[in-house]
């Protein structure tokens, strides 16, 4: 199963790749200049990439990083004594010092804001996927058409492909799944399918009932009865405490709850 992301983001391995090889350049660039501009002048510079690296998605470790970078090279580089980590004025150790402070803060501060800002884009994100579901389900007047935009709704929001099954006047479940469904079960599947329906739970991939099997089985509940099984193609990273899977359990309730008022019993 895909999330859909809006962002794309660059590897933690490349930007920390990236973080260095940005101080690097610029380090070289000040030591050409630092006649010119002053030591102090350098720590302001390096400062303000810290800072910047933010504002192009770098996590906090890159940015901490860049920060024990910056701070060695202005001490190593810059800091007379030059080419020691000796510091002979007390308030370029206070400025060092509080280099370290204002660089890890930002770092730690801006992960946690760019953590928040996730959590309420996906709290959006589903949002978004719940409104577009109802809506979707809310127009359609027979059983038919509420399974087929049941099963798109699901490709569409999860990335995934989904399989129903209907069960012939609550005595058991059809073979054969609906006909709108993106992916038909092998023999296997099936198996895992009709012990959803029997055991009223779910059972398939991320579950402890057959957990090998291609997608996770979801039986489907009406107010007093199981009345048929979604299986959903989940991704392999998803465990069974995962938000996304939780999302997904939700998700197939809604559209349970749907069908049902739709459901005759004449389904052979």
Known sequence: MKTKMKNITISIGIQYFLATLILFIIIMLLYL?????????????LLLIIFLLPLFNFEKGPII????????????????PHFTMHIAK??????????????????????QLKTQKNEMMEKERRSNAFYNLLKD?????DLDDVTAKAIHQISNTFGAES?????????????????????????MEWFVAELAYVNKKESGKTTSTLSDANA?????KGSD??????????????????????????????????LERHLTYSIP
């Open 137 to 141: 389900l809310s127009l359609d007047k």
């Open 65 to 80: 990083l860049a920060a024990i970078i910056s701070a060695l090279a202005w001490d190593y580089y810059f800091i007379p």
């Open 33 to 45: 200049v630092q006649d010119i501009i002053g030591y102090q002048t350098v720590s302001l510079i």
């Open 225 to 258: 009865n199981i009345f048929g099984v979604m299986g959903v193609r989940i991704n392999d990273d998803l465990d069974s405490e995962s938000k996304e899977l939780e999302f997904l359990r939700n998700f197939v309730n809604e559209i349970s709850m749907f």
């Open 216 to 220: 996770m089985y979801f039986p489907l």
């Open 90 to 111: 007390p308030e370029d150790v206070m400025t060092l010092f509080m280099f370290f402070i204002v660089a890890i803060t930002n770092g730690v501060l801006t992960s």
């Open 163 to 187: 399989v129903v099954f209907f069960s012939s006047n609550h005595l058991k479940l059809n073979r054969e799944p609906h006909p709108s469904s993106s992916f038909k079960p092998d023999e």
